[in-house]
């Protein structure tokens, strides 16, 4: 196009332990020539979630690490500017993989790639309950517990956001749900805006006696976020025949040494016959049309609530993300790439 440049976040050294000053480095490319099929995205939101650590870390898991040098991955929403794809006209939202970076060159990818924000919805809106956190929700609450109105439900991580979506899910659906949080502030926030029957302070309440309390008969579902301790206490509380979806260990800061110890009190599992099973969301694309449509139906009545944490700046993506880990952030955390972006009428 021009001589022009805009800035990318590349991966400089991988983290032993917490992302510092040093992790990431930022670097200019020159804009590109598009070729027939392309388009040029102005990148104008970023999705920060914690299983980006993971990515940082030398060895695969669900998928490959990203390489020293390169463009951190990370999900986005942006808008056309230039295009040679008729299937993405100029001025066009998208939403996708679009990386840490102010502009990306996109090619209409399919399910996983970069594709066309839905009319009538807020492109933002992609990146929380129409996005990842709202599809990690839905197929662990729907598809790995089989929550049900007769259960019991535990949450931990409750105000972040996949926990606050995933218990409001299970209220929906019938069920008693009890959230942890860890401060004062987020806590208010479940109880009052998700609307969960109960959430104790992990920092400062005594959580067996708040899980005894709300289950007197024990937990029948619980959706970890957390790990750690907080899963031992839900393993030290179910009910016979009780499911546990896996979703994340964040207690553990997801660093190179590893995603947690084993809960010191597995056997809980089979004393109690349970069962527990880690998944991934995109496992089961197959029904993400069905669960788009409930979503939307849910929010169009005002029964999903979500909480943003907004930081501004490309070059603050990297202090978003170690936000996760120190429990700085209330809901989804998000970065609005240049501040001063117009938003979407």
Same mark, same amino acid.
């Given at each position: 196009?021009?001589?022009?440049? @805009? #800035?990318?976040?590349?991966?400089? *050294? ?10 990431? /480095?930022?670097?200019?490319?020159? @804009? ?42 990370? =999900? ?13 006209? *100029? ?15 996109? #090619? ?5 790639? !970069?594709?066309?924000?839905?009319? %009538? ?7 929380? $309950?129409?996005? $990842? ?16 109105? +007769? ?7 409750? /105000? ?16 008693? !749900?009890?959230?942890?949080?860890? =401060?004062?502030?987020?806590? /208010? ?5 998700? #609307? ?12 067996? +006696?708040?899980?005894?309390? @709300? ?6 579902? $619980? ?25 994340? +260990? ?22 109690? #016959?349970?069962?527990?099973?880690? @998944? ?21 009545? %005002?029964?999903?609530?979500?909480? *943003? ?31 001063? *972006?117009?938003?979407?009428?």
């Amino acid at each position: 196009m021009t001589d022009r440049t @805009f #800035r990318q976040v590349v991966l400089r *050294e991988r983290p032993a332990a917490g992302i510092t000053t040093g992790t990431f /480095a930022d670097q200019s490319r020159p @804009f590109p020539i598009l070729e027939s099929g392309e388009a040029l995205v102005e990148v104008v939101w970023l999705g920060i979630d914690a299983t980006q650590r993971t990515w940082l870390n030398p060895a695969t898991t669900y998928t490959t690490p990203v390489g020293v040098g390169e463009v951190m991955r990370g =999900s986005g929403v942006g808008r056309v500017v230039a295009s040679r794809d008729p299937a993405l006209p *100029e001025g066009q939202w998208v939403y996708g993989e679009l990386g840490w970076q102010e502009y990306t060159v996109a #090619r209409q990818s399919g399910l996983f790639g !970069v594709n066309p924000v839905p009319p %009538g919805i807020d492109p933002r809106h992609m990146l929380t $309950v129409f996005g $990842v956190s709202g599809l990690t929700a839905y197929m662990g609450v729907r598809r790995v517990l089989d929550v049900a109105d +007769s259960d019991s439900v535990l949450v931990t991580g409750a /105000a972040g956001s996949v926990g606050s979506l995933a218990g409001q899910i299970a209220r929906l659906l019938g069920a008693r !749900v009890i959230g942890t949080a860890g =401060s004062a502030e987020k806590v /208010a926030w479940v109880r009052d805006i998700a #609307r969960f029957h109960d959430c104790p302070n992990y920092r400062e309440d005594d959580i067996p +006696s708040a899980l005894r309390a @709300f289950a007197p008969d024990g937990l029948t579902a $619980v959706f970890d976020n957390v790990g750690g301790r907080l899963l031992e206490n839900a393993l030290d509380h179910l009910a016979p025949h009780a499911r546990i979806a896996l979703c994340g +260990s964040i207690s553990s800061g997801y660093t190179a040494a590893g995603y947690g110890t084993g809960p010191a009190n597995y056997m809980q599992l089979a004393f109690r #016959r349970a069962r527990m099973e880690g @998944f991934v969301f995109y496992d089961h694309h197959a029904d993400f049309p069905a669960a788009l449509t409930q979503l939307a139906s849910w929010v169009a009545a %005002g029964d999903l609530h979500w909480a *943003e944490d907004i930081v501004d700046g490309l070059t603050n993506a990297p202090a978003a993300l170690q936000r996760l880990f120190d429990g700085a952030n209330l809901g989804k955390q998000l970065v609005r790439v240049r501040p001063d *972006e117009p938003q979407p009428q």
